[in-house]
């Protein structure tokens, strides 16, 4: 019952922000990045409803902007909460997105990281490029190496993508393990009550010389630790 509850809410305030928000597509970049955060916000907050708190471990380990986060993937709360933590931050996701109604609109004002996934090395070179036009803004790049949301006990062998974004751009990231499945299921709609807790974990430095199977190996640790 509060999980329906909580979609009723998260639904209007959706629309609500959706309309509200649209002038500030019209003044100057730095604006727009409001967006997220205060739509983000609300969606965060309404949470409580259901119980569901969140906490930030690990956050010492952050060096200075800009970075990659890899992060674990369980459900769309990660997302939202990442709006949160970072002012201006670059998601990596898929195209299809920027396709949405409104969302997609404004997924292109904020300049997202949007790739095609069956294109190959061809996204690969997406991620590079756009990413690099990121790091020179000084925001961080966001990327989720399951390709996908997983249930907490799964595991998946990680796309090299963040590989290359850490080779190209030369700078460091920051693994990111979570247990957000655990109260925000992936499929379904029924919330359980707890606490959902982010880690960052150690940076792995852009001035490390590792292979690429020795980079995977050593992120994948960290996520799935």
Known sequence: ????????????????????????????????????????????????????????????NLPSAPFIIASRHQSAFETLAYSLIFKMPAFVLKQELLKLPLIGFYLRKVGMIAIDRKAGVKSLEQIISQGRACINE???????????????DERRKLNRGVYALWKDLKIPVVPVSLNSGHFWAKNGISKKAGEIVLSFHTMIPSNTDLSADEFMAKLEEAIYN
């Open 138 to 152: 000084g925001r961080n790049i966001i990327i989720f190496p399951e390709g996908t949301r997983t249930k907490p």
């Open 1 to 60: 019952m509060l999980s329906i509850i909580y979609y009723i809410i998260v639904t209007v305030w959706t629309v609500v922000a959706a309309v509200a928000l649209l002038p500030l597509t019209l003044m100057p970049r730095r604006f727009h990045y409001l967006i997220p955060r205060i739509w983000c916000g609300g969606m965060v907050a309404a949470l409580k409803i259901c119980g569901i708190t969140y906490r930030v471990e690990g956050l010492h």
